[in-house]
């Protein structure tokens, strides 16, 4: 082989390789724009309508629909500083807080949620916070932007002393309550008042301790309590919301009482 032929041949082969890496070049170009044609959702859910259709000209900021997510929802409200307090108190316990959801046209709060979000800080014109749950959707019962009623269950104590609220006096800055001591008079104590649950208010102790089961707390009649009297009490029972339960007739002799529950 001459020289003038081997350089034809090695020019010639030089030129099919740049053709072929130019080729490959064109492949990847014409795949990538094929993938530039297909629009894939990052997120499950449901498609609105279409906001473009075919004959439009679409460019990098055209919208073609809005996708609403269905597997996880989410609902917004806003909470009462109180409420805030009780399950933050629960959450440093170890116990978190359940959010309960009801539809328009459902009775009670069947669905069940928990707290995903609490905002950094109070509203200081409400004296709200706001906060999120989220609640599992898999079966597609809720549809996004309805309006729901929620319920926020915030954790309490466990073998907790239950009072009527009435039982619950006010001495300026303190809560009190009046247990009977065993030589009949009414002893005030300091306590500090929990959840209000069905008419029945938890306490939550104080300087000298909660009320201890089996106590009997006055719970009517708290205005003639004075110093150093002493009572013959009327134990009563009371219902579900804290009412007293008609007791046997005959006379009361003092301030009625009642076990706590």
């Known amino acids: 082989v001459s020289r003038q032929e081997f350089d034809q041949l090695t020019a010639g082969s030089r030129s099919a390789t740049a053709d072929i890496r130019a ?4 492949v990847r170009i014409a795949r990538l724009n094929l993938g530039y044609s297909q629009v894939r959702s990052p997120i499950d859910g449901r498609a609105s309508s279409a906001k473009i259709t075919v004959g439009n000209v679409v460019g990098e900021d055209s919208m073609l629909t809005t996708i609403a997510g269905v597997g996880q929802l989410h609902a917004s ?9 009780r399950m933050k108190a629960g959450a440093a316990g170890g116990k978190p807080s359940t959010v309960y ?10 669905h069940r949620g928990e707290i995903d979000f609490v905002d950094n800080r109070l509203n200081p014109q409400t004296g709200a916070i706001r906060m999120r749950a989220s609640f599992s959707n898999t079966k597609a019962l809720f549809t996004p932007g309805l309006a729901v009623r929620l319920k926020l269950e915030s954790p309490v ?5 239950l009072v009527p609220e009435r039982a619950i006096g006010t001495d300026q800055t303190r809560k009190l309550v009046f247990v009977v001591a065993a030589d009949g008079s009414p002893q005030p104590r300091e306590v500090k008042p929990g959840a ?3 008419g029945m208010r938890v306490l939550l102790g104080g300087p000298a301790g909660s009320v201890k089961p089996g106590e009997n707390v006055v719970v009517d009649g708290l205005q003639r309590i004075v110093p150093g009297m002493k009572v013959a009490p009327q134990v009563l029972q009371v219902d579900a919301k804290g009412m ?3 007791p046997a007739a005959g006379p009361a002799p003092g301030p009625a009482a009642s076990a706590p529950r």
């Open 23 to 26: 080729g490959e070049a064109a």
């Open 77 to 85: 409200f806003d909470s009462s500083e109180q409420s805030f307090l």
């Open 101 to 110: 959801m009801g539809l328009a046209n459902e009775q009670g709060y069947p």
């Open 157 to 161: 104590a466990q073998n907790a002393v």
């Open 196 to 198: 209000l649950i069905d």
């Open 244 to 246: 007293p339960i008609p």
